[in-house]
């Protein structure tokens, strides 16, 4: 498609449910990224994938996130037992594989564990 | 620790003059830094990158330089809009570490008519 999609646009679970957040990145983009955003800050990062394998997971806060993109292309980020910590708003980028090139945001799925 | 520093403080400004934004950084080497607008309910939206041997950087109003002397950078937006008003974001790329980005924390520009 013509941009990052990523869906839901919003997703309201009660605490302990578990959640997947899918992306959809430009086609061609080798490279796919996971941020989230607390209102008033800057993205923070998650994980990020250079085709089928993630090339860096060091931002997964703990066990209950997970991220898979099985044929280099949709991404899903997955969270267990959900905490009313993990609400915010879930932004997923893509990029061609080489350095230097910016990033392509989606606009986001907002999560409220309530 | 590692840090990446933007005024938390929105900046208020007048139609037609200079916005100038300032994102200063601790503890990285940075390969390149990349200045994203985010709009509210928007994910960030690309604007510049600037490589760590290059000094400034333009694009039409905008303009970009980066000091790794200094470890900072500054963004400015000349003859500023009221349509340029959002929250700008820098972010960093290390040498090390891939394709990845680390974000500041975004300053909120306002442009008064």
């Known amino acids: 498609g013509a941009g990052v999609s990523q869906t839901p646009s919003n997703k309201v679970t009660e605490k302990g449910k578990y959640v997947e957040l899918r992306c959809d990145p430009i086609?061609?983009?080798?490279?796919l990224y996971w941020y989230r955003q607390s209102l008033g800050q800057g993205p923070e990062f998650l994980i990020y994938?250079?085709?089928?394998?993630?090339?860096?997971d060091s931002g997964l806060p703990n066990d209950r996130f997970f991220a898979v993109r099985p044929e280099g292309s949709v991404s899903t980020l997955k969270i267990q037992r959900t905490e009313r910590g993990d609400s915010a708003v879930y932004l997923c980028a893509s990029s061609l594989g080489d350095r230097g090139h910016g990033y392509t945001f989606g606009s986001g799925t907002r999560l409220t564990v309530v | 620790s590692q840090k990446i520093e933007q005024n938390s403080e929105a900046l208020n400004i007048q139609e037609g003059k200079t916005a100038t934004l300032t994102c200063n950084y601790t503890n990285y080497s940075p390969a390149y830094l990349q200045w994203y607008r985010q709009d509210p309910g928007r994910g960030p939206v690309f604007l510049l990158l600037?490589?760590?041997?290059?000094k400034e950087k333009r694009k039409e109003r905008l303009k970009v330089t980066f000091d790794t002397t200094l470890k900072q950078s500054l963004f400015h937006i000349t003859a500023s809009q009221p349509a340029d008003s959002a929250t700008y974001l820098c972010a960093l790329a290390l040498k090390a570490a891939g394709n990845k980005l680390t974000f500041g924390g975004g300053t909120r520009v306002l442009v008064k008519p």
């Open positions: 086609s061609g983009h080798t490279a």
């Open positions: 600037i490589r760590e041997n290059e």
């Open positions: 994938f250079q085709g089928t394998g993630a090339a860096d």
